[in-house]
């Protein structure tokens, strides 16, 4: 977790455009009294990162007052890898995507997308992912909460 939490300092430090894409696993997985949605909102503010809800995470985003964009992952990777507008709110290219609430085959796909895009990406879902820059994996639900928490706490 250490070198997630120095790898997102360091950008945000440079003043690196981050996005933010939020899955509908979100909405789904609990982690103690939180869902994944929390880490997402709080992660979003310690960043000033933006949000692109995909699959129905977007209406309990907005529920919560975060301004969420809601956008089909494929949509995405398309604007990311061939051609960028300023559709999600962004005015450049955003170098680093953080995705979170994503099942592995998917991510799979999007992490080597982004790759060849030349962005760089962070994987905060409990699921090795080797093409990404940095992913968390192999943690109990426990453990996975905690290290949320941390990455939260000390940016």
């Known amino acids: 977790m250490a070198d997630i939490v120095g790898y997102l300092n360091s950008k945000l430090t440079n003043k690196a455009k981050m996005l ?36 129905n995470t977007v209406v309990e985003l907005k529920k919560r007052g975060l301004k969420a964009r809601k956008m089909f992952a494929a949509e995405i990777v398309f604007y990311l890898q061939y051609n960028w507008r300023e559709e999600l709110g962004l005015s450049a290219k955003p170098e680093v995507v953080v995705l979170v609430g994503y099942n592995p085959d998917i991510l799979k796909s999007i992490v080597s997308a982004l790759k060849s895009a030349g962005v760089d990406t962070v994987v905060l879902d409990n699921i090795e992912i080797e093409e990404a820059t940095f992913s968390i994996c192999a943690l109990s639900f426990q453990e996975w909460k905690e290290g949320l928490e941390g990455i939260i706490n000390e940016l």
């Open 20 to 55: 933010i894409m939020c899955g509908e696993l979100c909405s789904r997985i609990a982690l103690g009294d939180k869902k994944l949605l929390d880490y997402v909102i709080q992660l979003a503010s310690k960043t000033d990162a933006t949000v692109a809800a995909t699959g």
